[in-house]
């Protein structure tokens, strides 16, 4: 394949099955097989395809940010118009927009997670032998010997 030069549909072609099989869960060794482009040349075209729809973390967010600006302009005038169902309505819009603003830089990121334990019944048998052991065992280590009464 060295020296043979393509063009740029031929390019856009070999890139939309290479992704089409990447996708579809082919290694890269499959993919190089079934097309004849070496795996190198795979993992860049794949790499760039990937990478050109990854958005640019701060300018992402400046997009957003200016957006979510522009919404709670608008409802601010709901908090202003004096009826209660509006400006409750809008509070709620309010609140969902910052709400947004907050994820979007992961100003809770320093929260603790909140960790689910979800026991089956054998688990929360073996449990409660684990306690009851441990019971036990804190019952002989505190028990007086005997004959020393």
């Known amino acids: 394949m060295s020296g043979h030069h393509y063009t740029n549909a031929e390019v856009a072609q070999q890139t939309a099955t290479i992704m089409d099989a990447h996708l579809g869960g082919m290694t890269l060794s499959q993919i190089s097989k079934q097309t004849g482009i070496p795996e190198s040349t795979i993992d860049r075209r794949i790499h760039a395809v990937v990478e ?11 997009t957003v940010t200016m957006r979510l600006e522009r919404v709670l302009k ?14 409750a309505l809008s509070a709620g819009k309010i609140l969902a927009a910052l709400d947004q603003v907050r994820r979007l830089y992961a100003m809770d990121a320093q929260a603790a997670p909140t960790v689910l334990e979800i026991y089956d019944p054998t688990d929360l048998a073996i449990r409660d032998l684990v306690l009851a052991a441990e019971e036990a065992g804190r019952a002989v280590a505190n028990a007086t010997p005997l004959g020393s009464e």
């Not at 050109?52 to 967010?61: D, I, N, T």
């Open 52 to 62: 050109s729809f990854a958005p640019k973390v701060e300018e992402y967010r400046r």
């Open 74 to 87: 608008a409802l601010d005038a709901g908090l202003q118009s004096g009826d209660p169902a509006t400006v």
